[in-house]
């Protein structure tokens, strides 16, 4: 046993984030903890990694108890970890980065060549290509991964803790990585993964850890469990597969024609003519980056298009203003969350009041009715499921997933003819992800016309009655379900063509 | 810790004494701008702290470094049972007419250099046309070939008719066909638009220019080193108090206002019992204006223009206003009053 | 979810919020003692003159809330536009115009007497407003930061008075002997804000705490102090919400710019009667309106009180002056390092507004 945690309690606040958790890595081994976010994965690995101090219970790390202050006791003591977050200096190069804090010196100076030279040698070893010279601004988010890993062994660490590394990285980088923790773990290194992905999970791991609600309520060795089986002790029920009936034709509610959007002398957005109609739910399929987000924006107000039409429920509201566009019959749920979705240092009320801000009963001729706000707030809360203490308590204090619930509640009580929903589950748990999905369908059937943008392929596939293809801001193809497999649709994405045979 | 506590006895020691005799002595507050090396302010400092000796009163400089401390100074000077609360510039008018209206029976107020309006405060200004007049003349003894004079002031108004009258006269009394330029710089601190009115002035002509612009005034004596360099010369005077040093020989003289010696005529009247309210303005023959190296030393001479000969006949001129012999009397107003300019 | 809970969260809020500027006025009194020690003064002493010289008193205490009324409407200037992510410091010209305007529209308009004092106070408003939508309207158009068109604003309002007042309007019933006089003609009673009652404190006063319930209102009671507060916060998020963000602009700034013109007419019509050279550039009140709103994180009615206590400090410090010889710069080095404190909040918010915006526009040209 390389390490051991016993009986480790943490209380944040009312939220008891760890409660009595136990568990424990062997050597040369790949341990995945998984579960949905805010069941406490994180906050162990915190915990173990020097970040958080636990209210009780005991660490021991090659044999000895251990108390660990900060990030660096952890290191010391060979735990080394991967944050979501990087922190790396962008004005500097990759080596600079990896000797950082612990420089070789010649005299006064750092010893540049010898750093390269270091890094190089720890490359080849762990098969981490990598150009040592190489500025962090000029590396993709999949490199700076790598350096970060490199930085750890750079430090000896025995014990690697990956905190959900796939969430930021493209599906080819997923794959390399992927090969990178086989690898390490190949070369003696034990391994600790977060996250809730279980392929991943699948893929590499050789013993599996499910937490819930503070608790570690099942382990498995990965040879003899199953993603099902995984993806119901996470959320505690079995996922029902969606029963989707076919859909009933209703009339147009968006559309799309012409629409082209210019900027700096490029074209992102070229002749788009798509259109939803009542009761179905249209995917746009498309790699990151192909001008989703611009033609979302273009057609929710947030960007000027420039050329072609929109039409929301029969009403041309090209280039209209936000509040036109939402009041013409039209809800947004944005693609990220923090960025356009909500105000992390609002309350939980104030980020549900948003765009009803002028309604009644909310305000009358300017002046509001905290009461009704509060209820408003409360009730949604409460029939989206969030998890929250207070509608007053701030933003940034739920986990992603309620967050996400919360703007998807807001958004879906609007009550419009056209929901748009950009990367609706993009980062969260499977729990929360089958709750919108079914909000999505139910709206569906009740006679919306939803356009869903998702970079999750699964999530089209299974969702939408018809899909369009996007690649380099062209509809590069429109199948309806059951038409087309995700092969197909795969290698029109990537600019590929069918072959008609 | 030890030396904190000794100090604390001490002063409560040395407060406990003072408040025993505030009693019998008399307390004056000075509430003015801020003094620094403003002479103006400094004059009357020196001569409030040397005359301490005199009468042994305790005093307090009131240092008012915004607009709005001149009010909370006045107030705080009543409130605190001053004896007499001396305000010096113009921003003392105002507060001290108010005041003096509240408790101008129990505390003398008086005011320097402005007119408070007031019959509670005892207001001091000076006929600063009779110095002017001085410098007028001055110029023309000092330079009886040329006819052209050069004047440099802050502002237009009518505020400052009485130094152009007094200069234009005096020029006027020795070179009856002078003719005068006059250069406005629309600021009391600003010394470019006098140092670029300077060298116009020399261009058109002008070799002696009347330095009636303030803290301006450094710009005309700069052009006048720089010209100097080039071979043309032009001479100025200062303002209020002793500018001429030996750095610059082209300041010859200052038209002075002395606010020490006002101070001391203030005191010395509070105390004899003499102390009158109401405008008092003050003349060369109370010796609170004059003119450097006429009615008073000064730094530096430049004896090549200022001659024994000119002095002695500026002299003459300083003698017959102060005694009386020579009687200016300056026009109401401006519109009355015409002048030839260039 | 209950009540009590809600209530107990606002409470710890509120404590929080308040720590930070509290420590910071407690430390800047505690290095002001040890200037007031190394000149070898008493600083409790020192400390307890200064309290009575700004409260102890009835004239005292009427000259602090006279002083603190320019300064809590300087501090309302900024809480309206800070708060809505426009870190405006043009309160000073705003207030300069405003007093201005108040001392013309009180001295030359031929009006009746009773439309005297609202003709002056309008017009402080309204040149308030247009002074402060100018650097809106360079913002909007022309991408120049607040802190840059503001700060070049206040020199031009300044240079600008004075010519006025020197020159042009200068008091025209300044007789020889007051030529140095660089103010405007004195109000007549018509146009003055009279004192309450004889010996307190002037109406400006009043109206100044009517402003700041204003203030309050319109922040906790309103859809637009709903706005503005999310266009503070997340101006991509308020402009997905549908929030017209040039709308707000502009009334974020007229209003901001209403408080400042007013807080100038208030000093011009309640204190000096008329408009005298340097009156609000001296004495730096919009300044201190705004370390007071950061003092008080915007929070309307707590500007109100950090704008007494700063101004206590300057009024006290003349007593403190007067008693115990202790030069008035004490009382500017308190202030100094209040304000030192509070210009790392300040940056931070800055900064903060400046990261924000750049997103907001990277994110569309909408």
Redesign the interface.
Known sequence: MIFEMKHITKTYDTVVANDDVSLHLNPGEILSIVGENGAGKSTIMKILYGLEKPDSGEIIVGGAPRHFHNPSDAMAAGIGMVQQHFMLFEQMTVAENIVFKNELRKGLFMDMDKAVETVRQLSDRYGLKIDPKARIADCPVGLRQRVEILKILYQNAEIIIFDEPSAVLTPLEVEALLDTIRGLAKAGKSIVLITHKLQEVMAVSDRVYVMRQGKVVAERMAAETDMEELAMLMVGHPLASYQIDPPVPGKTLLETRDLCLVENGRKVLSDISLHVNAGEIVGIAGVSGNGQSELI?CI?????STGGQVFVAGADVTNR???AI??AGLA?I?EDRY????????TLE?NT???R??DAP??KR???N?KSIRDYA?RL?KEFNVK??????KMRELSGGNAQKLIVAREMSLDTPVLICCEPTRGIDIGAMEAIHRRMLQRRDQGSAILLVSSELTEIMSLSDRIYVIFEGKIVGEFTRGSMDDKHLGLLMVGGTINHE | MKK?VS??IV??LV?ATIGACAEETKKI?VICDPVGVNAFLTQVVEKVEELAGTYGYEY?I??C?????W???Y??????E?DLILGV???S??YAAAKAEEAGDTIAFAVI???A?SDKVA?Y??NEEQAAYLMGAMAGYAFPNETKFGYIGC????????YRWGFMEGVKSVIPDAQITFNYT?SYADPAPAYEFAKQQQAQGCTYIFGGAAACNEGIFNAALELAQEGKYIYSIGQDTDMTREDNPYILSSQLKNTGVTAGIIIDAYFDGTLENG?H?LEMKDNAIGATHITAEGAYLNSEILTDEVIAQCKAVADAIASGELVLEMPASEDEYTFPIF | ?NNE??WK??LLAAVDTITQPLIAVLISFLLGAVVI?VI???P??AYGEMIR?AFG?Q??LM?TLK?ATPIVMGGLAVCIAWRSGYEAMGGEGQMILGAMAAALAGYYLPLPAALRIPAALIAAAAVGALYSMFSGWLFEKFDVTFVISTLMLNYIANYFAA?LC??PL?DPD?????????QTGKLGPEAILPPIVKGWVHWGFVLAIVAVLITWFLFK???????S??GG??P??A??????ARKMLYLVMILSGVMAGLGGAFETMG???RY????IF???YAWTGMVAALLANMNPIGTLAASILLAGL??GG??M???M?IP?EVC?IIEGIITLFMSARMIRIVAGNHRRRK?AKG????
Do not use: C
Request: glycine share 10%; hydrophobic share 35%.
């Open positions: 924006q929710t107000g947030l960007a000027r203003s936000v509040k939402r009041d947004h944005s960025v356009w979705g909500s105000a992390t240092d609002g104030e009041l948003m765009i801000q002028d909310f305000s300017g002046i509001v905290h409360v809360i929250a203490s207070s509608p007053v308590q | 904190i100090l604390l002063f409560v407060l507050a307090r009131l240092e470094s915004d607009t709005d401390k009010q909370s100074s107030d705080a000077a009543v409130a605190e001053y510039g113009w921003q008018a105002e250099d402005t007119d309006g207001s200004s000076y502002f237009e108004g009518s505020g400052s008719f009485k629309n405008l303005v | 979810m809970r809600n969260r606002t020690l070898g003064k008493n409790l002493l010289g008193k004239v005292y000259n002083r010519y020197n020159y200068r300044a007789n020889v002997y007051q030529m140095q006089n660089a009671k309103t859809s637009f102090g709903f706005k507060r999310m916060l997340n991509r998020f402009l997905y919400g549908g929030i017209n204190s000096k009667s005298v050279d340097q009156m001296s004495t730096g300057a009024v003349s007593t002056m007067l008693n010889d008035l500017n997103q994110g569309s040209e909408a």
